[in-house]
């Protein structure tokens, strides 16, 4: 038995098993369709929203971020600006001081070239003054020559006087001659000597003859009125060389005690002071001659600036350096005595 009621929405007729008819029924799922359709648009749109909406917020913060950047930029500079700006009021202050100064030094200047001036004019008409009145200048003149003459006289006599006395000394005294027969021997005190072979002599004789050429130079300098670079004592055969910058005295011999260096280095000092004589004559010595006593003596002697006042001459400096000694400790204490050497008796006396 079927049973049949009234449609919940047209109240048309349907079966009992439904609450509406047909008709009805699909029209509902047709909406319901819809509403989920709806739904779904609503759910795209407000994807779709927050999309664009993130958009806009990009669109808005990133023109912001680059403002920001260069603001930044400017600020920074704005203070670099502003640094160097300070730096130049201080240079600026700098020389607004300095100019100041120098205004003040100008001041002072005008003045010193004011009085100088005064003084320029002064001198100008006394000058002027004296110019006119040539009578007073001219006899100046001719005494100015007149001491000049009698300077110039004076120093040939006293050179004439100073030859003699050396000559004197060399000739009649020491005997210093070149031997007629051989150019590189010496007459000395009736001695032939050889400035190369010297070292090589008795002992005895070596000290004598460094003691005769010690004491030609020490009266050669007295004569000439010059100062020697190292002081000698003469003592004869124990003469000493006295190094002013070391305060020590050299020996111009040698015993047991004393040391082979310090003869070799009163040698250097000896020969140092015969060539700063040579010098002061504008004479000029080899480094080589520098031990060659006897040679360097006779040239200085027999010199035509022997006497003269000291002679401007570029011959280089007169003094050969310090001393190098690079020869064995016991190389020169190989002489023996006079009494065990028989080559005494090799030398040749002028009686």
């Known amino acids: 038995?079927?049973?049949?009621?009234?449609?919940?929405?047209?109240?048309?007729?349907?079966?009992?098993?439904?609450?509406y008819c047909e008709p009805c029924l699909q029209r509902i799922k047709n909406d319901q369709s819809r509403v989920f359709e709806l739904i779904q648009s609503i759910f795209d749109k407000k994807k779709a929203n927050l999309i664009a909406k993130n958009k806009i917020l990009e669109s808005i913060t990133q023109p912001k971020n680059q403002l920001q950047e260069q603001i930044d930029i400017?600020?920074?500079?704005?203070?670099?600006?502003?640094?160097?700006?300070?730096?130049?009021?201080?240079?600026?202050?700098?020389?607004?001081?300095?100019?100041?100064?120098?205004?003040?030094?100008?001041?002072?200047?005008?003045?010193?070239?004011?009085?100088?001036?005064?003084?320029?004019?002064?001198?100008?008409?006394?000058?002027?003054?004296?110019?006119?009145?040539?009578?007073?200048?001219?006899?100046?003149?001719?005494?100015?020559?007149?001491?000049?003459?009698?300077l110039i006289a004076e120093n040939t006599s006293l050179q004439i006087v100073k030859r003699s006395k050396i000559e004197q000394l060399t000739n009649s005294m020491t005997k210093l001659q070149l031997n007629p027969t051989t150019s590189d021997h010496f007459f000395l005190?009736?001695?032939?000597?050889?400035?190369?072979?010297?070292?090589?002599?008795?002992?005895?004789?070596?000290?004598?003859?460094?003691g005769y050429i010690s004491k030609i130079v020490v009266l050669i300098s007295g004569i000439l009125g010059i100062t020697l670079p190292y002081h000698l004592l003469s003592k004869g055969s124990k003469s000493t060389i006295h190094h002013n910058m070391k305060s020590k005295d050299y020996p111009l011999y040698y015993q047991q005690k004393t040391k082979s260096r310090e003869f070799q280095k009163a040698l250097h000092l000896l020969g140092e002071n015969i060539i700063f004589l040579r010098y002061y004559h504008g004479i000029q010595t080899p480094k080589e001659s520098n031990l060659l006593f006897l040679k360097n003596i006779y040239e200085l002697i027999k010199s035509n600036n022997l006497g003269k006042d000291q002679q401007y001459l570029e011959v280089g400096s007169?003094?050969?350096?310090?001393?190098?000694?690079?020869?064995?400790?016991?190389?020169?204490?190989?002489?023996?005595?006079?009494?065990?050497?028989?080559?005494?008796?090799?030398?040749?006396?002028?009686?």
Do not use: H
């Open 1 to 19: 038995m079927n049973f049949f009621f009234n449609c919940c929405s047209c109240n048309n007729r349907f079966n009992f098993q439904e609450s």
């Open 74 to 150: 400017k600020k920074t500079y704005l203070e670099s600006k502003k640094i160097q700006i300070e730096i130049l009021k201080n240079k600026i202050q700098t020389l607004k001081t300095t100019v100041i100064k120098d205004n003040g030094l100008i001041d002072v200047k005008k003045k010193y070239l004011s009085t100088r001036r005064s003084s320029l004019k002064k001198n100008k008409i006394s000058f002027e003054a004296v110019n006119n009145s040539k009578s007073g200048f001219s006899s100046l003149t001719d005494e100015i020559q007149k001491k000049k003459d009698q």
């Open 189 to 210: 005190f009736n001695m032939v000597l050889n400035d190369q072979q010297l070292l090589k002599f008795p002992k005895d004789v070596i000290f004598t003859t460094l």
């Open 318 to 351: 007169p003094m050969s350096g310090e001393y190098d000694d690079c020869t064995k400790e016991d190389e020169w204490e190989v002489v023996t005595s006079i009494d065990e050497d028989d080559s005494f008796e090799k030398f040749v006396y002028d009686q």
